[in-house]
């Protein structure tokens, strides 16, 4: 079952800024690991859109199965949603991670009420001929509209983070969250995780997140890839 993890006190103050190219950890080497804001109309190589697309359905083994029916539905539709200012996927909600021009690791966020709708999917899909999952109206009804109360302007919700799979377990995702939270500074940060993602509740507790709430996490109750 997801926690929900609360605000995050403690910040980098003013006139204090992380150098984005650096993690916090003195003697620590950047691996040429860069971060940045995303924004909307940048063009996009393939390579980029796609890892992109993958960073964000590897993140939650059960929203993003159901919402997209599968991986290569996923990664044929996310692209196009990035491309045309959808009001949650698209690229100036993305902080990423990149090494060498090639981005390895995101933060999706949303300042605000998460409100979604899937109508622009499904007109996309539509319009390319990409099989819209059985359980997408379940996704936007049942776990999408929980996330509609409109919580404060101030609050920042962080949806998803991940980094490519090859890259975890070097601090890539504690760097990009650090550096974050030093160039878009909130007065609360929301987010949800599952309570058996240990490593996730060890890196946003030990960031100063709390949790707030317990809940029943969303599953379709299917099996996809």
Excluded at 20 to 37: E, H, L, P, V, Y
Excluded at 99 to 113: H, N, P, S, T
């Amino acid at each position: 079952d997801p926690s929900g993890l609360g605000t995050c006190p403690q910040l980098p103050q003013k006139g204090n800024r992380m150098d984005d190219r650096k993690t916090s950890r003195a003697g620590r080497a950047d691996d040429n690991i860069s971060f940045r804001f995303l924004k909307n109309g940048e063009p996009l190589s393939d390579g980029n859109a796609l890892a992109l697309s993958r960073l964000v359905y590897d993140t939650d083994p059960y929203i993003y199965p159901a919402m997209f029916g599968n991986r290569e539905n996923a990664e044929a539709l996310l692209p196009l949603l990035f491309g045309s200012e959808d009001s949650m996927f698209c690229l100036s909600n993305c902080y990423v991670a990149e090494r060498e021009g090639a981005i390895v690791g995101l933060l999706l966020w949303k300042q605000g009420a998460l409100t979604w709708s899937p109508a622009l999917l499904k007109r996309l899909a539509a319009e390319h001929g990409i099989p819209l999952s059985p359980y997408l109206d379940m996704v936007s009804e049942e776990y999408v509209a929980v996330y509609e109360q409109p919580p404060a302007e101030s609050v920042l919700s962080l949806i998803n983070l991940c980094v490519a799979g090859e890259l975890r377990g070097r601090g890539i995702g504690r760097r990009i969250l650090e550096c974050f939270f030093a160039r878009k500074p909130a007065a609360v940060y929301e987010l949800c995780a599952l309570k058996d993602n240990r490593g996730a509740v060890y890196l946003y507790t030990s960031l100063g997140f709390e949790v707030y709430e317990e809940y029943n996490g969303f599953s379709a109750n299917i099996v996809m890839d």
